[in-house]
C-alpha cells in the first residue's frame, strides 16, 4: 500500500492513504525509489522470498495514477536483472542504477544469492515516461559487488560537475569503503577521506543538505572492534550518526554508536529505515531494531524523527493583505520545515513608557501626500525599505534554544485515514477573489490606502493560533484547492489617464527624521505558528529587555508575553515589520524590511468578491461594493498593470493603467489593452489588477488581484 505523510501542511503531521488506480505494482521490498517533480520511478525488489523483480513502475502522484512501463533494452547488453538492495539515483533527466543482489536459481524456494556490481542509466521523459536502459562506458575501477549500500548524488556549485558517491553495503560482510563517480566523464574513483570513517554498514539510509552526506544507522559490528567472527558475524542495529563533507572529504561524528541516551532524546538503532531530506531537515522514519540478524528477534519501529540542520533562511519580505485603522493583515512566504515565526514591527512614533521607562523617542514622520483623483491621477505606494538584519541569539516563548549543532526531534503523527479519489486539477475560466488584503499607498489629496486581494477559487479555511498569548493576536492559515493564493507588495508607480493612455508619474519620497540607533527599537509583535497574523498590538518590553532579538548573548531568554503590557497600533501610522523563522536550531535571520501605514478613518473600504471571468476576446471583471462605504460611493477605477521601460530598470516598481471609471460594479478588459499587460513574477505568473472605491473623501483602500496564469500568453491573446 501507499501512505503518503504530509510534513508541515498541518498543526500536526497527517498520514494519508491515497485512492491510488491503475497498474498498481505488487508489493515489495527493498527495491528502488526516487521522485522527479510529482511523479515518482519504483524499480525492482523483492515481490516474495526467493523472487526478485525488474519491473519499473510510475505514480502520477498528482493524479494518484499507476503506470508500468518499458523501458527499451540497451544497445549493448541485456537489461537489468531482478534484483533486491540495489541503488537508483535521480541527477537531471537520468537514473542510476548501480548493484543488488540476484537469485542465481531458477527456483525461488531455492535462493543462490549473487552480489551485483552492473552499473545502467534509465533515460527519462519530461514529465511522463521513459526513453530506455543504457550501459554507459565508464573509466576507472568499478566498485565491488554488494546489495543494501547507498548512493547519493551532489554538485558543487562553484564546480558545477556532479558527482555519486556509494557508501558501505553488504558482501558476504558489512562495507564502508566510500566510491565516487564523475558522472561527466563517467570515471569511477576511491576518494580519500580524513576523520573516523563509520563502521562497515549496510541496510543504514545516506541523504545530502547542503554539502554533507549524513548517514544514520543500519546493521554494524557486534564486537568493538568491528571485527567478524568466523562463524555466523555477530551484527546489531546502531543508531550511530556521522556526515561527510562533500567538499572535504572529512567525516564528523555527531552520535557515536555507544552513545547512551537514557532519557530517549535520540532515535534507536534501527535498520532497514528510510530517510528523506526536506529542505535543511532530515525526517526519518521506521526500520527495524535487532542484536542478532534473526527474525523473531527483531522489532518494527513506527516512530518518526527529525533532524535541523541549521538555522532556518530568512522568510520572504512581510507583505500586506489588508489594513484598517488600527490592524494590518500581514503574511509572508512560508519557510519549509520550520516551528514558527518571530514577527516584530518598529513604530515612527513615540512609543509610551513602561513602568517609568521612556520610549524610543522616535519623531513622527511627515505623511505621503499625492494629488486627488481627477483626470489625470497619481497612485503610489510607499517605498518598501531593503535592509537584511540578522538575529545572532534569541529563544523564543516555544522554548527554542539556539545551538550550532543540528537537532533530533520526534514527531507525533495520527492514524493512515483513506480519501477519497483525487482528479487532476483543471484551469477554472471564473475565478473567485475574496478579498482579504491591503497596501498602504496615496491616492486622495490627504491620504491613501491601497488594498491588496487574494485569488481564490474556493472558499478557504481559517485556523491557527499565536503561540503563548491567544487573546491579543490571531492568526489564519488559507488554502487555496484550485489555485495558488499569492500576495505581493511591491513599491508600485501607477500611471492613469484614458482607457489606454498611460503615463509615468514620479513616487513621492518619504522624508525621514534622523533617528539615532539606539531608538530604533525593534518589538516583539508575537511567535506564530503559521505564515500570517493579523496584528492590532505589540509588546512593550522594560528597559533592560529592549530590543532583546539583537543582543548576542548566549542564551538569551524571550520575556513571557502575558507579563508585558500591550501598545495598540494607530491611525495613520507607518510600521516597519520583519519576520524570522524558528526552527530546532533557533531563530534565523530576519526578512528584509516592509513599511505599512495604517488608514485613516472616513475613507471607503475596499470592493470585495471580485470575479474574473474570461471570453473569447476579453475578460470581465466584477465586484462587490465595500461593506463599508463611509458614505455614498461616487465612482470606481480599475487598473491594469503594464509593461513599461521603468520595469526593466526597477522590476517590482509596477506600471498602472486605468481601464475603467465610472459607478458600474464590473468592466471589459479587451483583448487590446491585455496585450499591454506586465506578467508579473513575484511568485507564479500572474496579470495584476487593482479596483478601488471613491466617496466624498476620495479613494479608499484598492483590491489588488493576481490573475494566475498557467501559460505565459502571447501578445494579442488572452
Known amino acids: 500500500a501507499l501512505i503518503i505523510l504530509f510534513l508541515g501542511l498541518a498543526p500536526s503531521e497527517l498520514w494519508f492513504l491515497p485512492a491510488v488506480r491503475g497498474d498498481i505494482p505488487p508489493g515489495c521490498a527493498a527495491h528502488g525509489f526516487v521522485c522527479d517533480g510529482t511523479r515518482i520511478l519504483v524499480f525492482g525488489g523483492m515481490v516474495e522470498y526467493g523472487r526478485y523483480s525488474n519491473d519499473l513502475y510510475e505514480l502520477q502522484a498528482s493524479r494518484w495514477l499507476w503506470k508500468k512501463v518499458k523501458p527499451q533494452a540497451p544497445s549493448t547488453g541485456s537489461p537489468p536483472c531482478p534484483r533486491l538492495g540495489h541503488s537508483f539515483s535521480l541527477y537531471g533527466n537520468k537514473c542510476y542504477l548501480f548493484g543488488g543482489l540476484a537469485n542465481e536459481s531458477e527456483d525461488s524456494n531455492n535462493n543462490i544469492p549473487r552480489y551485483l556490481n552492473d552499473f545502467y542509466e534509465l533515460e527519462l521523459q519530461h514529465g511522463s515516461g521513459v526513453v530506455g536502459w543504457s550501459i554507459p562506458v565508464t573509466k576507472g575501477i568499478l566498485p565491488s559487488p554488494r546489495e543494501s549500500h547507498t548512493a547519493i548524488v551532489y554538485c558543487r556549485k562553484d564546480l558545477g560537475n556532479p558527482k555519486m558517491y556509494i557508501f558501505g553495503g553488504m558482501c558476504g560482510c558489512r562495507l564502508n569503503d566510500l566510491w565516487e563517480l564523475d558522472i561527466e566523464t563517467m570515471t569511477w574513483s576511491r576518494p580519500e577521506t580524513k576523520g573516523t570513517v563509520p563502521l562497515p554498514r549496510s541496510l543504514h539510509t545516506a541523504n545530502v543538505i547542503g554539502n554533507k552526506m ?77 542484536y542478532r540478524k534473526a527474525w523473531n528477534n527483531q522489532v518494527c519501529c513506527k516512530d518518526l524523527w527529525y533532524l535541523d540542520t541549521e538555522k532556518p533562511p530568512a522568510p520572504s519580505q512581510v507583505q500586506l493583505i489588508r489594513a484598517t485603522t488600527n490592524s494590518f493583515q500581514v503574511k509572508w512566504d512560508e519557510v519549509p520545515t520550520v516551528e514558527g515565526y518571530l514577527l516584530q514591527l518598529h513604530a515612527d512614533l513615540p512609543v509610551p513608557s513602561v513602568a517609568g521607562i521612556p520610549g524610543t523617542g522616535v519623531p513622527e514622520t511627515s505623511v505621503l501626500s499625492s494629488q486627488g483623483i481627477e483626470g489625470n491621477e497619481k497612485v503610489a505606494a510607499p517605498e518598501n525599505k ?83 498569548d491567544e487573546t491579543s493576536l490571531t492568526t489564519f492559515n488559507s488554502k487555496s484547492e484550485a489555485a495558488e493564493t499569492t500576495y505581493v507588495m511591491p513599491p508600485t508607480r501607477v500611471n492613469t489617464g484614458q482607457t489606454n493612455d498611460s503615463h509615468s508619474s514620479k513616487t513621492p519620497q518619504r522624508q525621514m527624521a534622523p533617528v539615532k540607533t539606539r531608538d530604533r527599537q525593534w ?66 535571520p530576519f526578512s528584509k524590511i516592509s513599511e505599512f501605514k495604517t488608514c485613516i478613518p472616513g475613507f ?45 530598470e526597477n522590476p517590482s516598481q509596477l506600471v498602472f493603467m486605468r481601464i475603467y471609471c465610472g459607478l458600474k460594479t464590473s468592466c471589459i478588459v479587451t483583448a487590446a489593452q491585455l496585450s499591454n499587460a506586465h506578467v508579473d513574477y513575484t511568485s507564479r505568473p500572474a496579470i495584476v489588477f487593482r479596483i478601488s472605491a471613491k466617496n466624498e473623501r476620495g479613494y479608499g483602500p484598492a483590491t489588488q488581484v493576481r490573475w494566475l496564469q498557467g501559460k505565459v500568453h502571447v501578445q494579442g491573446s488572452i
Open 523 to 588: 518589538y516583539d509583535v508575537g511567535i506564530f505558528k503559521n505564515n500570517s497574523a493579523v496584528v492590532s498590538q505589540f509588546y512593550l518590553l522594560p528597559e533592560e529587555t529592549l530590543n532583546i532579538s539583537n543582543k548576542v548573548m548566549e542564551g538569551a531568554d524571550v520575556p513571557d508575553y502575558r507579563l508585558l503590557k500591550k501598545q495598540d497600533l494607530f491611525p495613520g501610522t507607518v510600521y516597519r515589520f520583519r519576520v524570522a523563522a524558528i526552527n530546532g536550531c533557533g531563530v534565523g
Open 386 to 468: 531593503i535592509t537584511q538584519e540578522t538575529m545572532k541569539n534569541h529563544a523564543d516563548a516555544t522554548g527554542f534554544k539556539e545551538s550550532n549543532a543540528p537537532s533530533l526531534l520526534p514527531v507525533c503523527t495520527s492514524s493512515p485515514q483513506t480519501s477519497a479519489n483525487v482528479g487532476e486539477l483543471h484551469d477554472l475560466d471564473k475565478r473567485t477573489v475574496n478579498p482579504d488584503a491591503s497596501v498602504s499607498s496615496t491616492v486622495s489629496s490627504t491620504q491613501t490606502m491601497v488594498t491588496q486581494q487574494a485569488v481564490k477559487t474556493e472558499s478557504s479555511s481559517t485556523n491557527g493560533a499565536v503561540v503563548k
Open 214 to 290: 549524513y548517514v544514520f544507522g543500519g546493521w554494524v559490528p557486534q564486537s568493538a572492534g568491528g571485527e567478524i567472527s568466523a562463524h555466523d558475524g555477530e551484527w546489531k542495529c546502531t543508531g550511530s550518526f556521522s556526515y561527510l563533507n562533500l567538499d572535504t572529504t572529512e567525516w564528523i561524528g555527531l552520535i557515536s554508536d555507544c552513545q547512551e541516551d537514557k532519557s530517549n532524546l535520540l532515535p534507536g538503532p534501527r535498520a532497514g529505515h528510510c530517510a528523506v531530506a526536506v529542505g535543511t531537515r532530515l525526517y526519518i522514519w521506521s526500520g527495524r531494531d535487532g
Open 604 to 648: 471607503p473600504g475596499a470592493p470585495s468578491t471580485v470575479k474574473i471571468t474570461k471570453s473569447v476576446d476579453c475578460i470581465h471583471l466584477s465586484w462587490e461594493p465595500p461593506a463599508s462605504p463611509s458614505g455614498n460611493i461616487l465612482e470606481y477605477s480599475a487598473y491594469l498593470a503594464i509593461r513599461s521601460t521603468q520595469l526593466q
